[in-house]
């Protein structure tokens, strides 16, 4: 084919005119790309002052003391590869205001922490990534034990107390035994947040058997448990934005419903903990 100058012209000349509109466009494209969805990590967490009003309350140790200090530190070292925006923690919204004026004292050196996984790991990592502020999205809420084991005695439900006391034996003797207290702070989140500690949550519907159809109170009670953990995730979810990565600082035994709601909103992406507590970082420099 003939060499055409006149057409090589032409042709440049149209890749240039064209050139700032494809890369305007891709530039358009970028902007309006949507965010991706938010991200959820639920940390399960026994609690460091020993609970007291729980079904089952740990053993704890000094978390002052400057070994446990330095297990804490361990485990935000983990929890920071995360790189969680924005930090949840259990407490009610009405008390948001009054721990966020804590937290800020904290971070102007005003403020000695205290003994809490709210504020042992919530305030010390939001301060390490530099947030403002911390969430709370708990829901009030409560068990009546007494109703439940009444209904049942009334119904005659022998059996079903039987295998009660015999699963609830074998839960406090497994918490005991990671309570012990030559167990690491990281050792011990790592026990809260896996697999067999999710399977405890399985006593729940033992509970809900307890009574008859005339009153079947273990059920209305468990309607009550999961409805607050419900509302505590659409707490959570609200903060999930599209780009946002949330951690929520958790009593364990909300963990397996919490998880359940993240993972099955098609909205939200569910983060499993142990990626980032069990073998990070220590393994990744092996």
């Known amino acids: 084919m003939p060499f055409n100058p006149i057409g090589r012209l032409f042709g440049l ?29 639920v940390l ?4 460091f002052t020993g609970g007291g009003s ?10 002052l003391s400057a070994h446990r200090q330095a297990e804490i530190a361990d485990v935000l070292d983990r929890l920071e590869a995360f790189a969680p925006t924005r930090i949840a923690v259990e407490l009610l919204p009405a008390h948001e205001g009054g721990f966020n004026a804590r937290y800020q004292a904290f971070r102007d050196g005003t403020f000695d922490l205290g003994v809490n996984e709210r504020q042992q ?25 007494d109703a439940m084991m009444g209904a049942a005695t009334q119904a005659g439900q022998v059996a079903l107390m039987a295998s ?36 405890m949550h399985d006593l729940y519907l033992l509970l809900a058997q307890t009574g008859d159809a005339g009153h079947p109170a273990g059920a209305r009670e468990m309607t009550r448990w999961w409805g607050r953990n419900l509302e505590i995730f659409a707490n959570i979810a609200r903060l999930a934005e599209p780009g946002e990565r949330v951690l929520v600082i958790y009593g364990s035994g909300h963990k397996a419903l919490l998880d359940e709601f993240v993972d099955g909103a098609p909205n939200l992406v569910w983060v499993d903990a142990l990626d980032y507590l069990d073998g990070y970082p220590d393994d990744a420099a092996d």
């Open 13 to 41: 000349a149209a890749a240039l005119l064209l050139a700032p509109a494809a890369l305007a466009q891709e530039a358009a494209q970028e902007v309006d790309a949507p965010a991706p969805p938010g991200q959820v990590l």
């Open 44 to 47: 399960g967490s026994f609690h």
């Open 54 to 63: 729980d079904l089952i309350n740990p053993q704890v140790d000094d978390f």
């Open 121 to 145: 790991i919530g305030m010390r990592l939001a301060a390490r990534l530099g947030h403002d502020r911390l969430y709370a999205v708990d829901s009030p809420g409560g068990m009546d034990f």
């Open 164 to 199: 009660w006391e015999r699963y609830i034996a074998g839960v406090q003797a497994e918490m005991a035994a990671r309570a012990r207290l030559d167990h690491t702070i990281l050792e011990r989140l790592v026990a809260e947040n896996s697999q067999p500690t999710r399977d």
